[in-house]
């Protein structure tokens, strides 16, 4: 895929995303907004219940103490058995006929009628309807309640009935959140307060939420409820958690899923641009052995050119060194194909690692020897045998030791140093190679990745020897790390446990 199509479909994408971020965010924003919203209505609504509550209460203790508002009450209770015996279907000795207005007619088995309106009492007793406002009854209450309006207002409220219809208002609206409540003269003096916490009496006092009492008092100063959540913002948010916690949840999955695929984009367009050098790398790899052999087994069939025992063994030696070199590319890919299909199959028996390191160093000594250095053994492990495939960590050090020869300006030295513990056989590659810069060492394992080598342009490879060497030595249950400076040189660490595990081994093929 081109760069700028890639380029247009990420900036497309990210401006989609941050819009979808910003549209859910604004909208969580509004919906807590509502909720609050919702919450303090709730409150206003169950303050001015609490109110009309006191205040209707207060006028029924006030008729219940006059001997008139006992006398209006016994009435309205006979009212109300006999409509319970007219809807039994018994009229008892008298008929009683009710009109919507509230009216009472009653008619005496002697015929006698008698009309009388209880509507507004009626509904008081009930406590079921605010009829305060009908004129008559009114009256009679003003009447009754003279007495009550110059009591004190501590004397008028009960705290324990306030905190009980408070917190039963409350809850009827679904606040089951802490609460504290306070009486508050119209100046702010304080007439009651019940507090969780004495430091929010100022609280309590600045509250949004509060209502007068006896609001139908026609002396006196007014006084105002006070109500303070302390856990409001808190209660709010509980309310809303499942669909905060969703939305979250969906915004993280989409984030990281838009996170990811960016991430399988550039890695997908780096491999490629990886295979394409591959390709180009192969070929050239490839023409240069081709064109070699194809040019000595002309002059060795040219019947113009004198052909001495000296040139024949040029050309032949010319045609097996470069024949070997096709073998080692064919390999190098080989192995690569192996590893990334996962059919690396370990033949596994008890190798002798000293015996096969010895082998390596004399079968690699002549390309070392060739640049004017030399490798070397340190062999001091207690302990050289594992299990493992003989074939493929062989194959591991010859890259190794391939690599450090070719990774050097100078005479290369390299040294392979053994030790052992109680648990693993260690093998360090030591090099005085170019190095390998720290930015770079976590990435020299990847498949087809290669070091930039600067100004030595002499180096040849794909990029496929360290992600099959990492492989090998990890399907051994071993770790290998690298420690190296620019200039310095390199060490290449592998730890091969003595015991990894048939079973471990097993799952790995």
Excluded at 234 to 253: C, D, I, K, T
Aim: hydrophobic share 40%; charged share 25%.
């Amino acid at each position: 895929m081109d760069k700028r199509v890639i380029t247009l479909l990420v900036a497309a994408i990210t401006v989609a995303l941050a819009g979808l971020v910003y549209i859910q965010t604004q909208w969580v924003r509004n919906t807590i907004t509502l909720k609050e919203a919702q919450f303090n209505e709730g409150v206003d609504n169950a303050l001015i219940n609490v109110s009309e509550r006191l205040e209707r209460l207060e006028a029924l203790r006030g008729i219940r103490s006059h001997e008139g508002g006992r006398r209006v009450l016994a009435r309205i209770d006979s009212l109300d058995e006999a409509r319970s015996q007219e809807e039994a279907g018994d009229t008892g000795s008298e008929a009683y006929v009710t009109d919507a207005s509230g009216q009472v007619t009653i008619i005496h088995r002697g015929g006698e009628v008698v009309t009388e309106d209880f509507a507004g009492l009626d509904s008081l007793a009930n406590g079921t309807s605010s009829s305060l406002n009908d004129e008559a009854l009114n009256d009679l209450l003003r009447g009754l309640m003279t007495a009550e309006m110059f009591r004190s207002i501590t004397e008028r409220i009960d705290p324990r009935l306030l905190d009980s219809l408070i917190t039963t208002e409350l809850y009827r609206r679904g606040v089951d959140a802490r609460h504290e409540h306070g009486v508050f003269t119209d100046a702010g003096g304080v007439v009651l307060l019940s507090l969780w916490d004495v430091n929010d009496s100022g609280l309590v006092r600045a509250s949004m939420h509060r209502t007068r009492l006896f609001t139908n008092d026609l002396v006196g100063d007014p006084h105002w409820l006070h109500v303070y959540v302390p856990e409001q913002q808190r209660f709010v948010l509980r309310s809303m958690w499942p669909m905060l916690a969703a939305s979250g949840a969906f915004l993280l999955l989409i984030v990281g899923a838009f996170v990811y695929t960016l991430r399988t984009i550039y890695r997908q367009k780096r491999l490629g641009d990886i295979k394409n050098d591959l390709v180009n790398n192969l070929t050239h790899e490839l023409k240069t052995p081709i064109s070699t052999i194809a040019l000595a087994c002309e002059a060795l069939n040219d019947p113009g050119i004198p052909k001495s025992m000296e040139q024949v063994r040029l050309f032949t030696g010319m045609i097996r060194d470069e024949n070997k070199r096709l073998g080692m590319l064919v390999e190098s890919v080989l192995q690569s194909a192996v590893v990334d299909s996962g059919r690396m199959h370990l033949r596994t028996s008890d190798v002798d690692m000293h015996a096969l390191l010895n082998e390596v160093v004399r079968n690699s000594s002549l390309q070392a020897e060739n640049r004017g250095g030399h490798l070397a053994l340190d062999l001091r492990a207690e302990l050289a045998h594992v299990r493992g495939d003989r074939i493929h960590l062989t194959n591991v050090f010859y890259n190794l030791i391939d690599n450090a020869v070719k990774y050097c300006e100078r005479e290369p030295e390299v040294v392979l140093a053994t030790r052992s513990d109680a648990r693993s056989f260690i093998v360090e590659v030591r090099d005085n190679g170019i190095g390998i810069a720290r930015s770079e060492q976590r990435k020299i394992f990847d498949r087809l990745y290669r070091v930039p080598t600067g100004n030595l342009h002499n180096v040849k490879g794909f990029g496929l020897g360290l992600s099959y060497v990492k492989a090998v030595v990890e399907r051994h249950g071993g770790t290998i790390r690298v420690e190296s400076e620019p200039g310095t040189g390199s060490t290449f660490t592998i730890t091969i446990p003595f015991e990894h595990g048939e079973h471990r081994q097993a799952a790995a093929v």
